[in-house]
């Protein structure tokens, strides 16, 4: 099974999130970030928000053993590349994420079920 979200926008975010933890075999969702890492952090703001009594660090760790991979898309010329990939991990309780790829460029190996 797969769970499929056509955007994270308000409190569909927690109920996706949860679902994300339920044994589906893969997902994909989109939000609207200015990079991966921001919608990382967008979407723990819009969890908090549908949660408001969740604890942040809980939310953190939800998203970060969620979710393996984000992929940034960037809009240009009229088309759409892949700006970068990250891979989200917890740094110091904060969301933070592992570039994975830049722009054309590999910068790390992504671990698969390393979790």
Do not use: K, M
């Not at 996706?16 to 609207?32: E, F, K, P, W």
Request: hydrophobic letters at 40%; aromatic letters at 4%; proline letters at 3%.
């Amino acid at each position: 099974d797969r769970l499929v979200v056509g955007e994270f926008r308000g409190n569909e975010a927690l109920a996706a999130l949860r679902a994300l933890n339920t044994g589906h075999d893969g997902s994909l969702a989109t939000c609207h970030a200015n990079s991966a890492l921001d919608g990382l952090r967008r979407l723990e703001g819009l969890v908090l928000q549908a949660a408001p009594s969740w604890p942040i660090a809980a939310i953190r760790r939800q998203v970060t053993r969620s979710i393996d991979a984000v992929v940034h898309v960037e809009r240009r010329d009229g088309a759409r590349y892949v700006r970068e990939v990250v891979e989200p991990i917890e740094s110091d309780g904060e969301a933070d994420g592992r570039l994975l790829a830049s722009a054309g460029r590999v910068c790390a190996v992504f671990e698969r079920g390393r979790r």
